[in-house]
């Protein structure tokens, strides 16, 4: 039952900046490491990056110096900040969790996905 609830998509031209939210809700006892995901049209989806429970982060190269992930643990949510935009960052923008549940079962969760367009 726990759910990871995302926000923050939109429109934006190339050159701007868009920071996506990422906030789990329900009950667990921790989350693990969270990642971002995006897919555009006619593609596969692809990873963005990682950020580990003590804020370790890795990036994709197409993303590295214009993304940055972060996390605040208190809320239980994760951001993925966006500069630079580029019309082919246009995609689904999806995040993921490992959760540690309240029966110490290890799942993995799925936000619903996000839709960055980046256009002029």
């Known amino acids: 039952q726990v759910q990871l609830v995302e926000s923050g998509g939109g429109l934006v031209q190339p050159g701007g900046s868009l920071r996506l939210s990422c906030a789990a809700s329900g009950r667990m006892l921790n989350i693990n490491a969270m990642g971002w995901y995006r897919q555009a049209p006619g593609k596969e989806r692809e990873l963005v990056g990682t950020i580990t429970s003590g804020g370790v982060t890795n990036y994709a190269d197409s993303v590295k110096g214009r993304f940055t992930i972060s996390r605040d643990n208190a809320k239980n949510t994760a951001y993925l900040q966006m500069n630079a935009l580029k019309p082919e960052d246009t995609a689904v923008y999806y995040c993921?969790?490992?959760?540690?549940?309240?029966?110490?079962?290890?799942?993995?969760?799925w936000g619903q996905g996000t839709l960055v367009t980046v256009s002029s």
């Open positions: 993921n969790a490992n959760i540690l549940d309240l029966w110490y079962r290890n799942l993995e969760v």
